[in-house]
């Protein structure tokens, strides 16, 4: 399992790179219609980085978890990601393909809004959505695992989205 996801990232990286290449060369990008964006090259070493780094990462963070994210580096991925979506001009493509990241947010915003509105009541046993799970007596691992299909669903349509915008460009 993990060497199959491993190949299917190193595919994935292999594919981005060979797409920005084609982006960044302009007798190519206008051969094959692709839209030419400076700087690409130097986008894919920046974007290489940061899926070693998450590789690294994730490695030593499988159950139980040995090393911990905290707030500095998931605010300096978020903050990649959202530099590389403007530099590609993408920014409205983060919704879909991080659409875990806005559902549990939303939790949040709305446990607030309701709490306030009526006093003390609530929609969820506890913010973040997660949390809320957990109290139902979900265990940790059966959360990670469905908000992983959950977020593997938003990425794929974010993808489609992405594709079928560049197809009908």
Known sequence: MLWSLIKILI??????LILTYL??????????????????????????????ASLGFLWFNCHPA???????GSLALGGALAGIATTLRIELLLIPLGGLFVIISASVILQVAYFKIT????????????????????GEV?????????????VAAGLGLFYAQWVTA
């Open 119 to 138: 006093g003390g009541k609530r929609i969820f046993k506890m913010a973040p959505l997660q949390h809320h799970f957990e109290l139902m007596g979900w």
């Open 66 to 72: 040995e090393v911990f994210m905290g707030d500095t």
């Open 23 to 52: 982006s960044d060369n302009v007798k190519l990008a206008t051969y094959l219609q692709i839209p030419h964006v400076r700087g690409a090259s130097e986008l894919t070493v920046v974007c290489a980085a940061f899926i070693g």
């Open 142 to 154: 059966t959360i990670v695992l469905r908000f992983w299909i959950i977020a593997g669903l938003c």
């Open 11 to 16: 595919f994935v990286a292999m594919v981005m």
